[in-house]
């Protein structure tokens, strides 16, 4: 008699801590159990596959509402399509807010767009007008709805807040137990030296790099970090792109500041150079912060091996490259600050950094699976339930082929974008089946979820990211509301 709804049986499992052969069997959407000769209704032969967890995505933007009322060419579909199709299974994406206006109302559209998604999901919330009816009433309403983190940008038009601001979201965050994502870039440095690249007549995609080198993002790591230490409030550092600005976030964190750093595949396997290619080409590979170099590349994974950073997300940014509202929107002339930024990457995230990291011996097997599934999961307070493989924990797996060899090509990443930055390369190492709360919802590239049957993961208080009760002169400035 079959005691298993469905067992994934003769695998190479693999933990944040422990890699081992192993059944595991699952009744309804949870691991049941992991063990020898497990029977089930249903099996999945795993034999010379490794069983991970499946990805957790923190970072990706999918049909993220734009002020004109439109959204991101991402879509919840298609989006889930392309992380069920490279191993992930959960994603937080960005609920924005525009300047003037509050954050409930497109907070209650992005859900409304959000219930067709085929992965788990949860939210950040984009702060970009820290008003006191906004810092006061909707950050604590939304935080209580379990949308329990925000993001800032200290940098950008329309989106980017002075440090007076930053300081009253993070007051905010300390208040309601929220933690704050952060994009460090100094607004007003990226200003002046674009002006004088443009009155240079350097227009060419190549030129985002100029505009914003890496010392312009160490600045505002290390403002945003001082800051954040003052209040006393935990925060990320959102796609680190070099080791002088994980530099900035190590010596914060052996003074004891909780703050974490996330850096994204782009950084390793992209630099500046892509952006000088042929004509408008170069577009493809605009991102913020720019990718450097190859030596800039080779020191982030030594930063990550330390675990200065230690989340991998894919910063999913999806601007088609030919489409009315991409990368060409301002025209095949636009200057580089005229693009959109942004790069796709949700179903190459696993694959890049497996075969960039395992298969080259730079980190081992539990070190990937603590990179891309378990550590964000336990920033974000959805840990245990996910990230890890244990009796009592959502059934979401990810079985992988450690040496299958695939070039990429857009067509395999099944995402809506009509490019891919990484067209291709090849890697080692490749997802052959999903598992979504023990529902196989991927087979061998094809992806059998229906519109829907994601869930919203509302995220309570976790002790993970309270503060650390150091304050400057023992004074808890954001305990008065100013």
Known sequence: MAEYDLVIAGGTVVTPADMFRADIGIIGEHVAAIGTNLKGERRVDADGLWVMPGGVDTHC??????????????????????????????????????????????????????????????????????????????????????????????????????D?????????????????????????????????????????????AWSRPSMIEREATHRAIALAEMVDQPIQIFHVSCPEVAEEIERAQRRGVKVWGETCPQ?????????????????????????????????????????????????????????????????????????????????????????????????????????????????FGLYPRKGTIAPGTDADLVLWDPNRKVTLNNAVMQHIIDYTPYDGMEVTGWPVVTVRRGEVVMRHGKVQAEPGTGRFLARDPYDFIKPTGNLPDGFDASAFLV
Not at 352 to 368: A, K, N, Q, Y
């Open 61 to 162: 933007h999918i049909e993220q509402l734009q002020e004109a009322g439109s959204a991101d060419e991402e879509s919840f579909v298609t989006g889930s399509t392309a992380a069920l199709a490279g191993g992930t299974t959960s994603v937080i994406t960005f609920s924005t807010q525009f300047k003037g206006g509050g954050l409930t109302a497109p907070l209650a559209e992005y859900r409304r767009r959000a219930a067709q998604a085929m992965v788990d999901y949860s939210f950040h919330q984009i702060i970009t007008d820290a008003t006191d009816d906004v810092i006061f009433r909707e950050v604590p309403e939304i935080v209580a709805q379990g949308v329990r983190s925000l993001k800032v940008f200290l940098t950008y038009d329309p989106l980017h807040l002075d």
């Open 164 to 208: 007076r601001q930053f300081l009253r979201v993070l007051a905010a965050a300390r208040r309601t137990g929220a933690l704050v994502t952060v994009h460090c870039e100094n607004y007003e440095a990226i200003r002046w030296r674009t002006a004088a690249l443009l009155a240079d007549g350097r227009t060419a995609p190549k030129y985002h």
């Open 267 to 379: 950084y390793f396997v992209l630099t500046a150079a892509d952006m000088d290619r042929p004509g408008f080409e170069g577009a493809k590979f605009m991102c913020s912060p720019a990718p450097r170099d190859k030596a800039a590349s080779e020191g982030l994974w030594d930063v990550v091996k330390r675990g200065t950073l230690d989340v991998i997300s894919s910063d999913h940014s999806g601007w088609g490259y030919d489409t009315p509202a991409g990368k060409r929107v301002n025209g095949n002339d636009a200057s580089f600050r005229d693009i959109p930024n942004g790069v796709p990457g949700l179903t190459a995230r696993l694959p890049l950094i497996f075969s960039e990291g395992i298969s080259v011996g730079r980190i081992d097997p539990c070190t990937f699976v603590r990179l891309t599934a378990t550590n964000p999961a336990r920033l």
